[in-house]
C-alpha cells in the first residue's frame, strides 16, 4: 500500500501482544490490489469494509496490518454466538451491580455509570468520552484502554476495528450495527449518556474518514441483505502457489531473520504440496488448509531440517496439511 506513508515498525517499542503461531501484530501482510482500493473505498466513504473468504485466507490480519502501517489505534472484537451489537458499544454489568445492591449503606444510591464498560467501537470514536475524561461528576472513573500497550503511540483521531468472525452471532446482530456504524453514536441505555464519535482538530482531517471497521466472515451463516448494502465488500480468495511463497518470504524474512534460496525451494514445494491438499479435501468435503497451516509446515521442515527427499515427508503433509485424513491402511 504505498500511499499510505511509511511503516510504523514498532519493533523495539512496544510489545508483541499478537506473539502467536497465527501472528496479528501487523507486521507482515502481502495485499491484492483489490483489496488495497477496498480499503480506499471504505474510507472514502465511511462504510464498514466487509471481508469475505474461507477461513486462513487472510482476512482477520489485514485490520492491525493497516493500523500499524498508518499508525492508527487498533481494536478488536471476535463475535461468538453470544455476543449482541451492544458488545461492541458498551457492556452494563448487571451482576456487579445486584450484589453492590444487596451491601450498600441505608441511602447510599447506585451509581449507574460506574457499572458500563465500553467497548471497541466506543473506544475508537470517542477515546476521551471512553476513558471518563470528559465525565463532569466528581465521582468519574478512569478507565484504561483494553489496548493501550499498542496504542499509546498511535494517534487519538484515528482507529481501525476488527470485528471478527460476524457470521457467528445471531441473525439479527448484524443489522443492529447499521445505525451506530452508519451516525458514528449511540446512546448507553442504563445511563442515558450520549456518545459521539470526537472531532479532530484541522490537523487531523483529510479526505479520507478517520476511521475504519473492517468485519470478517467465514460464510457460515447468510448476512442479512440490508446489512450487505450498507458495507464495502470485497472477497479474499485463498493463495496461490506464487503468493504462498512470497507471504512466507515476507513472514520469514521479519520473524525468522531470514530466507535463503533453499527456503524459497522448500516454500515453492510445500505450496505445491498445499494446493494437492485443497483439491484432496474438497473431494472429501473437507475443509481445506489454510496459509496458517502452510506456514507451519514450512517453519516445521525448517526446524528439524526436513526436505521433500525425507522419508517423513508424507507424515509431515498428514501431521500438518492434511490433518483431517485419515492414515493409508
Known sequence: MPDEGPVQTERDSSPRLFDS???RDGRVYVMLDEVSLAVRVALATGRPLLLRGDPGSGKSSLAPYIA??????????????RTQATDLLWTYDHVRRLSDAQVRAPGKPLVDHRYV??????????????AGADDPRPDREHREDPFRKINKTRSRHHAVVLIDEIDKAE???PNSLLVPLGS????????GEQVRKERAPSA????ENRHLVIITTNEERELPQAFL????VAWLPQPGSDRLVRIAQEHFTQYDGGFTETDRELAGKLAEELENARATAKKQGLRPPSTAEYLDALRACRSIGMSPADERWDLLKRLVLLK???PDE
Open 117 to 130: 464498560t465500553p467497548g471497541p467501537l466506543w473506544w475508537a470514536f470517542a477515546p476521551r468520552s471512553a
Open 21 to 23: 503461531p497465527d501472528r
Open 204 to 207: 487531523a482531517s483529510d479526505a
Open 324 to 326: 483431517p485424513q485419515q
Open 184 to 191: 458514528n453514536e449511540f446512546t448507553v441505555a442504563e445511563t
Open 171 to 173: 441473525p439479527d446482530m
Open 68 to 81: 500499524l502501517r498508518r499508525g492508527w489505534r487498533y481494536y478488536e472484537h471476535v463475535v461468538t454466538s
Open 229 to 232: 448494502r450498507r458495507c464495502v
